[in-house]
């Protein structure tokens, strides 16, 4: 089976921290980048794929929802 | 006053037609007739005077009542927003995050917790509380705050207090400073901060706030007003001498809080 590709957009570094720990124990996720806006993470998805969004609903400016 | 003459007259008329009427005394001299009348006049006069004090007690007690009502509200209103679940939960989350990576700052950011939690649940009960105590709370919430963001936030704390112990209602200051995360700090992409300045002179408070934010959307201006005039709230009630105005710019928001100690209700 083929890796999952993942990112994650969050603003708190901690808790990317968490998530991060949590992503590189589950051996089927690649973790790609980590985003602290979801702005940013839209000018990664231009040009780059990926399977999986770790997302965060409370954001700077560009919620996860509306995201 | 002569419609009340003509109105009297026209009353005794219709009880005469009807033949239900006290008959008009004739006195024989003037001071008999001062004597008899003036009883039924001071009788009356002390009945609705009577009757005048009591409505008004009720009323004073109505109010006093109603005042304190508002009162418990607006305090438990703010013990709600402050001991906020959402806060408790975050908090809880990075020091998780810290004492996995076995960090220094995890058990100081516990103490922090601990000591905000303490005094939650017995220093906000009473009416008052030294200004360092709320100072101290605000500088444990601030460093917990802090855990959340990265290095790129800025904080600029700092105050000039002529007496450490000046009485203050609790959590009055505080709200501002969880406003200053909440919709400043958190919504703020490029190098968020938070500037506070608390100073009390000549028994005249001065609290100034000022934090970054990105000026967008109405629905967030509606979110902040549910909390300021909670606040604004409280204040009316506690002082008859203040201000709370709030400024937002292009991308800075300033609340000031200003308040005369001695105009305590």
């Known amino acids: ?67 | 006053m002569i419609l009340y003459s003509y109105g009297s007259y026209s009353w005794r008329s219709l009880g005469i037609q009807l033949h239900f009427y006290t008959e008009l005394k004739t006195y024989p001299a003037l001071d008999k007739a001062l004597v008899n009348q003036m009883g039924y006049s001071v009788g009356t006069v002390f009945l609705f005077g009577i009757i005048r004090h009591i409505h008004n007690c009720i009323k004073l007690k109505h109010q006093a009542q109603q005042l304190r009502i508002e009162n418990q509200a607006a305090e438990l209103n703010y013990l709600k927003s402050q001991t906020n679940p959402h806060f408790l939960f975050n908090t809880l989350n990075n020091i998780y995050s810290l004492a996995k990576d076995k960090s220094d700052p995890a058990p100081e950011s516990i103490l922090r917790l601990s000591k905000i939690l303490r005094f939650m649940l017995y220093e906000t009960g009473g009416e008052y509380i030294a200004i360092e105590q709320e100072l101290k709370i605000m500088n444990d919430y601030i460093a917990l705050e802090k855990l959340r963001y990265d290095d790129s936030l800025r904080i600029n704390f700092n105050h000039d207090i002529e007496d450490m112990k000046q009485a203050l209602p609790p959590l009055l200051l505080i709200p501002l400073v969880e406003n200053a995360f909440k919709h400043g700090v958190s919504e703020t992409r490029n190098n968020p901060f938070v500037d506070i300045h608390l100073s009390v002179n000549n028994r005249v408070l001065s609290f100034v706030i000022k934090n970054s934010a990105e000026a967008f959307a109405e629905e967030r201006s509606v979110k902040e007003n549910i909390g300021l005039s909670n606040l604004r709230r409280q204040l009316e009630l506690l002082y008859k001498d203040f201000n709370l105005s709030v400024l937002q710019e292009e991308s800075k928001f300033t609340a000031v809080l200003e308040i005369n100690l001695a105009s305590h209700v």
Do not use: N, W
């Open chain 1, 1 to 67: 089976m083929s890796e999952i590709k993942c990112i994650i957009v969050e603003d708190e570094p901690l808790a990317v921290k968490v998530l991060a720990d949590y992503i590189s124990q589950v051996p089927f996720l690649q973790l790609q980048g980590t985003f602290k806006d979801a702005i940013l993470a839209t000018d990664f998805l231009r040009h780059d794929h990926t399977d999986l969004i770790f997302l965060d609903i409370h954001l700077p400016k560009l919620k996860g929802m509306a995201f």
